[in-house]
């Protein structure tokens, strides 16, 4: 009836605790290390594994390390040799940089980590960004080189270090991308003779090794140009990393353009804008946006093809670091240099793999029904 | 607490084919189920309802396996649930499951689908298989896709191929889990049919459904439930017209607008 | 009704008609990368005129008089530059198949590790997946080197890992049996093993569609690939001569040495790709959705059986297209070679351009051969997943 009988209604059991065998510290322990036969061999086997591993590195990396030294003799010991990086840590970051001058490269890395960093936030993209770009490359350019407002002129075989592999890979990036998206519409354009050309060049592209592109670059540029025109070495390699990035790029951009539904492009043209102008405003934003996670790999990816330069004689922060380990003085150090130059690369990649897979969760929040 | 209402059979008291005893389960620190008690017998049609979040799909789910349970016991076909690996394959046997988003096997045509178990858990040879297959499908009144892929077949069809497909293994009890709530509305009814005609020939079903029209054309119980609790259990014409609690009655108001 | 005469739409003026005018760009497009190739090409003629550099293929038949550190195949400095590259190849195709292999193996295990419900274990083989995911090859094959060649004595100091297994800075030395007539015959009851393994299977199917029995052919073929040899060698009395290797003089004699290039190419790339490939695995279980694995759980199917049927052949379409590529990646990761100084086809091409000066040839060679393996691997993945794709309306 209408009125609420208080008496018929079955009372709420006291709120109970669940069992202390599946829940807490103990709970968390059985049902995530030792729920089953197999699972606790496996648990002390990697404890075991942990055990015998991580005591002897903790030993050699900090206990029994040897934080100053003066030279290698009085380095070597148990633990790792730290002295060896402190002293040449400004050789590993910045080369053969004029050593007062190394202020200028130090800017140049902290203008291109804060260009990207500004560009992974959403809020700041617009007109302003796409102007910020060029200019900050502008900037790099005059730090980097001089000849101008008195800085010292530095010839690009000098540029070395942690500056030389940002700049082939910022550089290298923001130059493929357009081609690539030249390169894309050509894969899936309708007439055969660009459609051709375009797939061939993506193909023969991807299907070689990287090194083949550069040693290409570094050998046979001179060979293409006309009597007289000579090309930096610097400059071939950032042509090989932007014809390389290109063809990779393309196939993550032909991805997004397959992913554009045949309605958008009916609507284009129904309201009359002819293909460029099509594919300006109405296809190629909405391509590129669903691909913005791949493309972040992708430079995760060129970041680390930058250390392949050292085939070919330029000192990117791989090539700087072996070339450390040449000093007569400090012999025998590799793992050291080894360690703290994987640390760099790690960091950067590490942190713009997490953003990407952040992006990702974000943008398909988007796309869940 | 002491057993629940029995069902009203026709005939003499039918014996119970599944029995839930103060079933307990918790995720974490989260109490989902709470002193369940349940009987269903033999040839018994239950319906589950209730607001999303209370706890209906864990509780059908725990009855073959899916999920598992802290506290309580739960006896299925006169086989106790517990860990023992023998005792949950040979309730799954016998306990048929129809899920909410179909979960057809997409690399094995329809007919394969059906064959899968019947060939692989109860060894029969591949011809036996097919005849029941090819039989169940008549049931289901779609003989003619035999050969397709579940891909290419629309969603009310796929919800019939695994009901057939669950049939094949000739089970005694059948839960399903909001069957109806993926399908678009014109393809509900058929689901529905299917699921009155095996009613109506004495299979044993606890479904968890919105679809208030066949719990009352089919149900012998109702049960609602809220929270993690059994609130209230009665034969449909009883629940429908006379809920006797607050939270009942303002579930049924809120799904029975239209 | 008046009949209506519908007139015949005009032709649209040449300029505007868009058949004619597709066909004027795409000649244009033609034309001016035509013109831009020809330059190219001109410039190289006159540059390499200018050095005095030959041009044309015919450097292969001539003389290589460079020593090349290990090879599969007999090669000595007299040989032909021809023979160099082949010897380069057959590096490049060694190495990389074993590493494809290995890497498949770690990372199965990786990928699988990572959706394990024990924590320590997925945590551990997640480690291993970032770390090395995020390190660039090359800083890794170095390190690697270092590590077998720097840190290692020299083979008089040589670390005993196992009782015949030492590690020095030439390398890993280890025993090898010497070769007896038994492992010929073990070789070929072990093919003898297969054979029959795949007649028992179209048995064992045949008689399960027949009677419903079900019939253990894995284990059974386990048994006769494995059991088989195992008899013959018993049979000819467990002949087992190994060819330790011992210390004479300077190096070791006996036995068979992985050189340090080698060794760090092959435990670099292995390490390296296996990353990619866990995460391939990992995204390929987790493709199948879970309510897969619940219905074949509802129907009864034993967890072997619900891998087996239900969730393997679903995972493993998801994860062959980007296993092959990863294959194809690790091949041309392989040239990474020359940095350690592992004679690999792009390492002795390269030494031959420096030689001969002829660089336009040599790294057309090597391109040509990487495309060829490139598109012999897209083919293959193509067929198959046209092969297996999932019938939808």
Same mark, same amino acid.
């Given at each position: 009836?209408?009125?609420?009988?208080?008496?018929?209604?079955?009372?709420?059991?006291?709120?109970?605790?669940?069992?202390?065998?599946?829940?807490?510290?103990?709970?968390?322990?059985?049902?995530?290390?030792?729920?089953?036969?197999?699972?606790?061999?496996?648990?002390?086997?990697a404890v075991y594994?942990?055990?015998?591993?991580?005591?002897?590195?903790?030993?050699?990396?900090f206990?029994?390390?040897?934080?100053?030294?003066?030279?290698?003799?009085?380095?070597?010991?148990?633990?790792?040799?730290?002295a060896?990086?402190?002293?040449?840590?400004?050789?590993?970051?910045?080369?053969?940089?004029?050593?007062?001058?190394?202020?200028?490269?130090?800017?140049?890395?902290?203008?291109?980590?804060?260009?990207?960093l500004?560009?992974?936030?959403?809020?700041?993209?617009g007109?302003?960004?796409?102007?910020?770009?060029?200019?900050?490359?502008?900037?790099?350019?005059?730090?980097?080189?001089?000849?101008?407002?008195?800085?010292?002129?530095?010839?690009?075989?000098?540029?070395?270090?942690?500056?030389?592999?940002?700049?082939?890979?910022?550089?290298?990036?923001?130059?493929?991308?357009?081609?690539?998206?030249?390169?894309?519409?050509?894969?899936?354009?309708?007439?055969?003779?660009?459609?051709?050309?375009?797939?061939?060049?993506?193909?023969l592209?991807?299907?070689?090794?990287?090194?083949?592109?550069?040693?290409?670059?570094?050998?046979?540029?001179p060979?293409?140009?006309?009597?007289?025109?000579?090309?930096?070495?610097?400059?071939?390699?950032?042509?090989?990393?932007?014809?390389?990035?290109?063809?990779?790029?393309?196939?993550?951009?032909?991805?997004?353009?397959?992913?554009?539904?045949?309605?958008?492009?009916?609507?284009?043209?129904?309201?009359?804008?002819?293909?460029w102008?099509?594919?300006?405003?109405?296809?190629?934003?909405?391509?590129?946006?669903?691909?913005?996670?791949?493309?972040?790999?992708?430079?995760?990816?060129?970041?680390?093809?930058?250390?392949?330069?050292?085939?070919?004689?330029?000192?990117?922060?791989?090539?700087?670091?072996?070339?450390?380990?040449?000093?007569?003085?400090?012999?025998?150090?590799?793992?050291?240099?080894?360690?703290?130059?994987?640390?760099?690369?790690?960091?950067?990649?590490?942190?713009?793999?997490?953003?990407?897979?952040?992006?990702?969760?974000t943008?398909?929040?988007?796309?869940?029904? | 607490?002491?057993?629940?209402?029995?069902?009203?059979?026709?005939?003499?008291?039918?014996?119970?084919?599944?029995?839930?005893?103060?079933?307990?389960?918790?995720?974490?620190?989260?109490?989902?189920?709470?002193?369940?008690?349940?009987? /269903?017998?033999?040839g =018994?049609?239950?319906?589950?309802?209730?607001?999303?979040? *209370? !706890?209906?799909?864990?509780?059908?789910?725990? #009855?073959?396996?899916?999920?598992?349970?802290?506290?309580?016991?739960?006896i299925?076909?006169?086989?106790?649930?517990?860990?023992?690996?023998?005792?949950?394959?040979?309730?799954?046997?016998e306990?048929?499951?129809?899920?909410?988003?179909f979960?057809?096997?997409p690399?094995?045509?329809?007919?394969?689908?059906?064959?899968?178990?019947?060939?692989?858990?109860?060894?029969?040879?591949?011809?036996?298989?097919?005849?029941?297959?090819?039989?169940?499908?008549?049931? /289901?009144?779609?003989? =003619?896709?035999?050969?397709?892929?579940?891909?290419?077949? *629309? !969603?009310?069809?796929?919800?019939?191929?695994? #009901?057939?497909?669950?049939?094949?293994?000739?089970?005694?009890?059948?839960?399903?889990?909001?069957?109806?709530s993926?399908?678009?509305?014109?393809?509900?009814?058929?689901?529905?049919?299917?699921?009155?005609?095996?009613?109506?020939?004495?299979?044993?079903?606890?479904?968890?459904?919105?679809?208030?029209?066949?719990?009352?054309?089919?149900?012998?119980?109702?049960?609602?439930?809220?929270?993690?609790?059994?609130?209230?259990?009665?034969?449909?014409q009883?629940?429908?017209?006379?809920?006797?609690?607050?939270?009942?009655?303002?579930?049924?108001?809120?799904?029975?607008?239209? | 009704?008046?009949?209506?005469?519908?007139?015949?739409?005009?032709?649209?003026?040449?300029?505007?008609?868009?058949?004619?005018?597709?066909?004027?760009?795409?000649?244009?497009?033609?034309?001016?990368?035509?013109?831009?190739?020809?330059?190219?090409?001109?410039?190289?003629?006159?540059?390499?005129?200018?050095?005095?550099?030959?041009?044309?293929?015919g450097?292969?038949?001539?003389?290589?008089?460079?020593?090349?550190?290990?090879?599969?195949?007999?090669?000595?400095?007299?040989?032909?530059?021809?023979?160099?590259?082949?010897?380069?190849?057959?590096?490049?195709?060694?190495?990389?198949?074993l590493?494809?292999?290995?890497?498949?193996?770690?990372?199965?295990?990786?990928?699988?590790?990572?959706?394990?419900?024990?924590?320590?274990?997925?945590?551990?083989?997640?480690?291993?997946?970032e770390?090395?995911?995020?390190i660039?090859?090359?800083l890794?094959?170095?390190?690697?080197?270092?590590?077998?060649?720097?840190?290692?004595?020299?083979?008089?100091?040589?670390?005993?890992?196992?009782?015949?297994?030492?590690?020095?800075?030439?390398?890993?030395?280890?025993?090898?049996?010497?070769?007896?007539?038994?492992?010929?015959?073990?070789?070929?009851?072990?093919?003898?093993?297969?054979?029959?393994?795949?007649?028992?299977?179209?048995?064992?199917?045949?008689?399960?569609?027949?009677?419903?029995?079900?019939?253990?052919?894995?284990?059974?073929?386990?048994?006769?690939?494995?059991?088989?040899?195992?008899?013959?060698?018993?049979?000819?009395?467990?002949?087992?001569?190994?060819?330790?290797?011992?210390?004479?003089?300077?190096?070791?004699?006996?036995?068979?040495?992985?050189?340090?290039?080698?060794?760090?190419?092959?435990?670099?790339?292995?390490?390296?790709?296996?990353?990619?490939?866990?995460?391939?695995?990992?995204?390929?279980?987790?493709?199948?959705?879970?309510?897969?694995?619940?219905?074949?759980?509802?129907?009864?199917?034993?967890?072997?059986?619900?891998?087996?049927?239900?969730?393997l052949?679903?995972?493993?379409?998801?994860?062959?297209?980007?296993?092959?590529?990863?294959?194809?990646?690790?091949?041309?990761?392989s040239?990474?070679?020359?940095?350690?100084?592992?004679?690999?086809?792009?390492?002795?091409?390269?030494?031959?351009?420096?030689?001969?000066?002829?660089?336009?040839?040599?790294?057309?060679?090597?391109?040509?051969?990487?495309?060829?393996?490139?598109?012999?691997?897209?083919?293959?993945?193509?067929?198959?997943?046209?092969?297996?794709?999932?019938?939808?309306?």
């Open positions: 009836m209408a009125d609420i009988d208080i008496a018929e209604e079955i009372p709420l059991p006291a709120q109970q605790r669940p069992p202390v065998v599946t829940s807490g510290v103990i709970g968390w322990l059985r049902a995530n290390l030792f729920n089953s036969v197999f699972n606790t061999i496996l648990t002390i086997l594994l942990l055990v015998m591993t991580v005591p002897p590195l903790i030993r050699w990396a206990i029994d390390a040897v934080w100053d030294a003066p030279n290698g003799q009085a380095c070597r010991g148990e633990g790792a040799c730290w060896f990086i402190g002293e040449k840590w400004r050789f590993i970051f910045f080369g053969r940089f004029p050593y007062d001058a190394q202020w200028r490269p130090l800017f140049v890395v902290v203008i291109i980590i804060g260009l990207v500004a560009s992974c936030d959403r809020r700041l993209w007109r302003r960004l796409m102007l910020l770009w060029p200019a900050g490359l502008v900037v790099v350019g005059i730090l980097m080189s001089g000849g101008v407002f008195g800085l010292r002129y530095v010839p690009s075989e000098y540029w070395s270090g942690l500056p030389l592999t940002l700049i082939l890979a910022v550089v290298g990036m923001l130059f493929a991308f357009p081609f690539a998206i030249l390169l894309a519409l050509g894969r899936r354009s309708n007439l055969p003779a660009v459609r051709v050309v375009s797939v061939a060049y993506i193909e592209v991807r299907g070689v090794p990287l090194i083949t592109v550069l040693f290409m670059a570094s050998v046979m540029l060979l293409f140009l006309p009597e007289g025109v000579t090309i930096d070495k610097l400059l071939r390699a950032q042509v090989a990393f932007i014809l390389f990035a290109a063809a990779y790029l393309a196939e993550v951009v032909r991805g997004g353009l397959q992913a554009i539904p045949k309605g958008q492009i009916e609507a284009a043209d129904a309201l009359g804008l002819g293909y102008r099509r594919t300006r405003l109405i296809v190629l934003p909405q391509a590129l946006a669903m691909v913005i996670p791949p493309l972040v790999n992708n430079f995760i990816g060129a970041f680390k093809n930058t250390s392949l330069v050292l085939i070919i004689g330029l000192f990117d922060l791989l090539n700087t670091a072996n070339t450390a380990l040449t000093d007569s003085n400090w012999q025998g150090f590799a793992s050291e240099t080894y360690v703290f130059v994987a640390a760099i690369y790690f960091c950067f990649c590490f942190f713009m793999s997490r953003y990407s897979q952040r992006l990702e969760r943008l398909n929040r988007g796309h869940r029904r | 607490m002491s057993n629940a209402a029995e069902a009203m059979p026709v005939q003499a008291p039918a014996p119970s084919i599944i029995e839930m005893q103060a079933v307990h389960k918790w995720y974490g620190e989260f109490h989902v189920l709470k002193d369940i008690n349940l009987v /269903v017998g033999r =018994e049609k239950v319906v589950v309802c209730g607001p999303s979040g *209370s !706890g209906k799909s864990t509780m059908i789910r725990c #009855i073959n396996r899916l999920e598992e349970h802290q506290q309580g016991r739960i299925v076909a006169g086989i106790e649930l517990t860990s023992d690996l023998k005792n949950i394959e040979a309730i799954r046997r306990v048929g499951m129809v899920f909410q988003q979960n057809l096997f690399h094995l045509t329809v007919l394969e689908n059906l064959t899968l178990a019947p060939i692989w858990v109860r060894k029969m040879p591949k011809k036996d298989a097919e005849e029941t297959a090819r039989y169940y499908l008549e049931r /289901v009144k779609i003989p =003619e896709q035999a050969d397709k892929y579940p891909g290419q077949l *629309s !969603g009310g069809q796929q919800q019939r191929v695994a #009901i057939a497909r669950s049939l094949c293994m000739k089970p005694e009890i059948m839960l399903f889990d909001e069957p109806t993926a399908l678009d509305p014109e393809m509900i009814k058929e689901v529905l049919d299917v699921m009155v005609e095996l009613a109506q020939e004495g299979m044993t079903m606890v479904c968890v459904t919105h679809e208030m029209g066949f719990a009352r054309t089919v149900a012998d119980m109702m049960v609602f439930m809220d929270r993690g609790e059994i609130v209230e259990r009665a034969p449909p009883d629940f429908f017209a006379n809920p006797k609690s607050e939270r009942t009655r303002l579930f049924l108001s809120q799904i029975l607008a239209h | 009704m008046a009949v209506q005469t519908v007139a015949t739409p005009s032709r649209p003026a040449p300029w505007r008609d868009p058949k004619i005018r597709a066909i004027a760009v795409q000649v244009v497009f033609v034309a001016v990368l035509a013109a831009f190739v020809a330059f190219l090409v001109h410039n190289t003629i006159v540059n390499l005129r200018r050095q005095n550099i030959a041009t044309g293929f450097f292969l038949d001539r003389e290589a008089a460079f020593g090349i550190g290990e090879s599969l195949i007999p090669y000595s400095p007299a040989d032909t530059y021809a023979r160099a590259f082949l010897v380069g190849l057959v590096n490049t195709l060694y190495v990389s198949a590493g494809i292999v290995l890497a498949t193996l770690l990372g199965t295990v990786m990928g699988l590790a990572r959706l394990s419900s024990n924590w320590l274990v997925a945590k551990l083989a997640a480690i291993y997946v770390t090395f995911r995020n660039p090859l090359a890794q094959l170095l390190f690697w080197w270092a590590l077998l060649r720097g840190s290692a004595p020299p083979p008089r100091e040589a670390w005993e890992l196992l009782p015949g297994v030492f590690i020095s800075n030439r390398g890993i030395t280890f025993p090898v049996p010497f070769a007896e007539t038994a492992y010929f015959w073990m070789a070929i009851a072990f093919a003898a093993g297969l054979v029959i393994t795949f007649a028992v299977r179209r048995w064992a199917k045949r008689r399960q569609e027949r009677t419903g029995q079900q019939f253990p052919t894995g284990w059974a073929g386990l048994g006769l690939a494995l059991g088989l040899p195992a008899i013959v060698f018993l049979g000819y009395g467990l002949p087992l001569r190994l060819d330790v290797p011992a210390l004479r003089g300077f190096n070791f004699a006996g036995g068979t040495a992985m050189s340090p290039e080698f060794g760090a190419l092959l435990i670099g790339l292995v390490v390296y790709t296996g990353t990619f490939i866990a995460e391939i695995v990992r995204a390929g279980i987790l493709a199948v959705s879970w309510g897969q694995s619940e219905a074949a759980m509802a129907l009864g199917l034993r967890p072997g059986q619900r891998m087996r049927l239900v969730v052949p679903q995972a493993l379409r998801v994860i062959i297209p980007p296993m092959t590529s990863e294959y194809l990646s690790l091949t041309k990761n040239s990474l070679a020359v940095i350690i100084g592992y004679p690999d086809l792009v390492s002795i091409a390269n030494t031959t351009l420096n030689q001969t000066g002829q660089a336009v040839e040599g790294i057309a060679m090597i391109m040509a051969v990487y495309l060829a393996i490139s598109l012999l691997i897209s083919l293959f993945m193509n067929l198959y997943n046209r092969a297996v794709a999932l019938v939808e309306r």
